[in-house]
């Protein structure tokens, strides 16, 4: 399932990786962080929306970095270039990511940065919608939200342009580590 | 026809980048959707949705109930109403309320069709559409032009015109520079706004969920930023069961734009907390605006199935030559058409109805299974009982009512149009009638009609029998398509009968609203040819084929003759296109073609009565290539030519250009024929090519059939 997911997220245009371990993660982190001038500085921040990934690992390298932070509000999100945030399942027959956003924070970084990335348990692909909606649900989520490749628009002359009002890359990075449903 | 409205459809036509742009896009989106639905049993599908949608419609009250109690328990507020005017005053007290000053919407087309953003900027709040296609428009002052794409009517440059009067600067034309422009325009607004108004695409009633769906992002910001978010949404938004959810989306992305999945889908369930740590206050306006009236209505009630796709205008032949503005108001082409006449009045849809070609080109992807056309039908129907027949429409109906003048007339007018036929064509007519031979020559009313040669031909007596309803073009223009078909039969074994006293079919009385006239040329047809002792009846034009098998026990029930059903229903099971009888003749073994003829290339036109009401498109292809043709498919082959009966006589602006597409695609196939199974398609094409002095041959296959009989 996962190559399939993978060419359908590729297919809409996400960028897809595979890690080992939450620590692989977090250096790839580190890396495309720097990659891209994250800095302290207004337009180049980095916001990441806590979930349950940071438990139990080595963060220093993350607390150090200058320009991200784990304190998420509207204004450091409108100016941040990267948000970092966990899905909880992926969908593999059309490519999408879905987590439960009734956390405001994790649909700010998600909504208003100019590239998403989204760590996923590789455990937690599902092959479809039907086989999703029985691990999730609207009793107990309040704002099941599916992102699937970034944002994008055909509305000028129906040419399809990427980044309208949300991110212009969705970087997924998928952690075997982190195994098993949660939810 | 009013006199703005054709000077409006001429605008549309004349309008190049609308017509290119629309034209482009309608090809690529046959073969986008295609791909987006493999490997899906779309049939299956869409009958989910129409299921899970019509459940709901037959008890909106119910299911509208269900929903508040549902979401109200989460915390939103929610509130029902009939009346467009009551919820623009909801809204608006609310506003005033918490201080608004300014609102950002998502698209929503129910905030469309009651004009709400005209009543907000009258009370000083300012309004920001945030959907890019839906800004274009608003800051253009227009109206959306297409459900999916609002502005797909304008251009690059219009845009870049646009944008550079709102920034106050020179702007290129790079699109992705003109999507940043809108990006860095509306973040402050999203950021300031006190209110976020959105529609939704499902309502679900046992979760009170509404679910958005959408690709920019804006909805998404929509519901998050501001605190107050108002969702407007239409009550035939509505579901009953969560699981319905699954089956709209995995049919509205790949209908709408042939995505497999929009990038955003939200599915909302009550207020969440906003940013400050306070929880967000949400409020659903369940709006009617005559919806639940629809739903009680037999005819309509299916057009709350509607998920507001848009695919039925990216498929429909008249939709992407004149665009979405013609149709005058918020909801364009022929859906637009069934919405405007009853969410403003029917009278509002009294020109656009007659946009409809009947080609049924959006019945086979609707993912809703709405029968656009037939719904059409009935608004015709409605108008010509509120307001009785145009008093021309009027005279020829009560000559097509009564057989023998019409059939003298029909006589007359073969020594009448002398004058000006030339050959076989009548090529120009005077005065106001020229319209009609517009890049089409009409037929010459042929010496004989079909119905004074028959006796003439000699036929062994047989046991089978078939009865031939000829219908008036075969009849009165091309009698040879009647004589070939007797002549395949009688090769089989079967006996042709002809009654003399058919008469019109009733499908041009029938196609223009006036159904008593059709209800009369039924019964008079049903009488006739029942009283034959026959296996079939056969026809040689789909047309009538379709009025005989299908259109008759409607009429007559739609017109309360019920009497008379029981006949027309044993009238149309014996009822049978030419091409499906012939193929099952030559399938048995009793039919049989030349051997090893090698007749060349031929392309076949599929007309819209055969391929989609009949469902028949394989056999007269199958016949033509054992006769020895070799078979070249032309491009979109079974898109309509335009004829449409007397529509190319109303819209023969419309008609043309349609015609010219259906010639060039015939041209590019590079074969030297073309066959084709109705004589209406026959008259069209072939006219088309006379009038270009084109050599390209244009038969009816029965025709190219008989001609390859074995001896
Ligand atoms: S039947 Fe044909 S012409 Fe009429 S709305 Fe549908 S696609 Fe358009
Ligand atoms: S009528 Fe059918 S095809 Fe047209 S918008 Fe509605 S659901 Fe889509």
């Known amino acids: 399932m996962y190559e399939q997911f993978k060419t359908r997220a590729v297919g809409v245009g996400a960028e897809v990786h595979r890690v080992a371990t939450k620590q692989d993660g977090i250096d790839f982190i580190l890396g495309f962080l720097k990659k891209e001038g994250i800095d302290d500085l207004p337009g180049s921040y980095a916001v990441w929306a806590k979930g349950t990934f940071l438990e139990g690992t080595q963060r220093g390298g993350l607390d150090a970095f200058a320009g991200l932070s784990f304190d998420v509000t509207r204004e450091r999100a409108s100016r941040a270039k990267i948000g970092i945030s966990e899905m909880t399942f992926a969908v593999a027959d059309t ?77 997924i990075i998928f952690v075997d580590e982190l195994g098993g449903a949660k939810q | 026809m009013k006199s703005e409205f054709k000077a409006s459809i001429n605008k549309a036509l004349n309008d190049a980048n609308l017509t290119g742009a629309l034209g482009k896009f309608s090809e690529a989106y046959k073969v986008n959707r295609a791909k987006a639905y493999e490997g899906i049993d779309f049939e299956a599908l869409r009958s989910r949705v129409a299921e899970a949608k019509s459940s709901a419609a037959c008890h909106l009250d119910e299911v509208a109930d269900t929903f508040k109690k549902n979401a109200e328990a989460l915390g939103a507020k929610v509130y029902r109403t009939k009346d467009p005017q009551e919820v623009k005053e909801y809204i608006l007290k609310l506003a005033k309320e918490n201080g608004v000053k300014s609102v950002v919407k998502s698209k929503s087309m129910a905030t469309e069709e009651i004009h709400l953003n005209k009543t907000l900027l009258e009370n000083g709040i300012s309004v920001a559409e945030t959907d890019l296609g839906e800004w274009i428009i608003q800051l253009a ?72 769906v959408t690709n920019e992002g804006n909805a998404r910001l929509v519901t998050t ?22 089956p709209i989306l995995d049919a ?45 209505d037999p005819k309509f009630k299916q057009a709350l199935q509607c998920i507001r796709c848009g695919s039925c205008l990216n498929v429909c032949p008249i939709f992407r030559l004149v665009g979405g503005h013609v149709f005058g108001s918020i909801y364009t082409g022929g859906i637009g058409t069934i919405l405007t006449a009853w969410f403003d009045e029917l009278k509002k849809s009294e020109d656009i109805q007659g946009l409809c070609i009947q080609c049924g080109n959006c019945t086979q992807v609707c993912p809703g299974k709405l029968d656009i056309p037939e719904m059409i039908m009935e608004i015709r129907r409605r108008l010509v009982l509120e307001k009785g027949q145009p008093l021309v429409q009027k005279a020829i109906f009560s000559v097509v009512n009564n057989r023998k003048l019409f059939h003298g007339m029909l006589r007359a007018a073969s020594i009448a149009g002398k004058p000006f036929t030339s050959g076989k064509f009548i090529r120009h007519l005077p005065l106001f009638l020229s319209d009609l031979t517009d890049g089409r020559s009409l037929p010459a009313i042929a010496d004989r009609p079909f119905r004074d040669i028959f006796p003439e031909i000699r036929q062994p007596k047989q046991k089978e029998k078939a009865v031939f309803y000829a219908g008036c073009l075969i009849d009165f223009a091309y009698p040879e398509m009647g004589v070939a078909l007797v002549k395949l039969l009688n090769k089989a074994g079967i006996e042709v009968v002809f009654p003399q006293e ?82 099952r003749l030559v399938d048995e073994g009793r039919l049989s073609f030349k051997e090893g003829a090698v007749l060349g290339k031929i392309t076949y036109h599929d007309s819209c009565h055969l391929k989609r009401s009949l469902n028949v498109f394989e056999e007269p292809r199958e016949l033509l290539q054992k006769a020895g043709y070799q078979m070249e498919e032309m491009f979109e082959c079974d898109m309509c030519c335009g004829m449409g009966g007397s529509y190319s006589m109303k819209l023969p602006e419309i008609s043309a250009p349609i015609l010219q597409r259906k010639l060039h695609n015939i041209k590019e196939t590079g074969a030297p ?14 006219g088309g090519f006379d009038q270009e002095g084109s050599a390209v041959r244009v038969k009816h296959t029965a025709e190219l059939l008989a001609e390859q009989l074995k001896d």
């Open chain 1, 95 to 171: 490519g999408s990511l879905v987590q439960d956003q009734g956390a405001v924070d994790q649909r700010l970084v998600s909504a208003l940065t100019e590239i998403h990335i989204a760590l996923v348990p590789s455990a937690n692909i599902v092959p479809d919608k039907l086989s999703l909606f029985t691990r999730i649900s609207p009793k107990t989520s309040r704002y099941i939200a599916f992102i699937t490749g970034p944002s994008r628009t055909a509305d000028i002359e129906r040419v399809l342009t990427i980044g309208v009002h949300g991110p212009e890359r969705l970087v």
């Open chain 2, 141 to 212: 002052g227009q109206t959306p032009s297409h459900m999916v794409m609002p502005a797909i009517h304008m251009t690059k440059e219009e845009v870049s015109d646009i944008f550079s009067k709102e920034v106050d600067e020179r702007l290129s034309t790079d699109i992705p520079r003109l999507v940043k422009v809108a990006r860095n325009e509306l973040r402050p607004k999203f950021l300031a706004a006190d209110m976020g108004i959105s529609g939704a695409n499902i309502a679900v009633a046992e979760t009170g969920s509404i679910v958005l």
């Open chain 2, 225 to 246: 930023l501001p605190r107050i978010h108002v969702a407007l949404i239409g009550v035939e938004k509505l579901v009953e069961k969560f699981e319905s959810v699954v």
């Open chain 2, 252 to 296: 509205l992305p790949r209908s709408a734009t042939a995505q497999l999945l929009t990038s955003y889908v939200s599915i909302i369930s009550g207020p969440n907390p906003n940013d400050d740590g306070t929880l967000k206050e949400m409020h659903i306006i369940l709006m009617d605006n005559r919806r639940t009236e629809m739903a009680q």
């Open chain 2, 502 to 583: 058919q008469t019109c079919c009733g499908a041009p009385a029938l196609y223009n609203g006036a159904y008593e006239v059709a209800a009369r040329n039924a019964v008079d047809n049903i009488k006739v040819l029942l009283k034959e002792e026959a296996k079939y009846v056969v026809s040689a034009c789909p047309t009538c084929t379709v009025a005989l098998a299908h259109e008759f026990a409607k009429t007559l029930d739609s017109v309360g003759e019920t009497g008379w059903i029981g006949k027309a229903k044993e009238l149309a099971a014996k009822t049978v296109d030419l091409a499906t009888l012939v193929k």
């Open chain 2, 673 to 686: 024929m073309v066959a084709m199974d109705c004589p209406g398609c026959v008259l069209q094409i072939r």
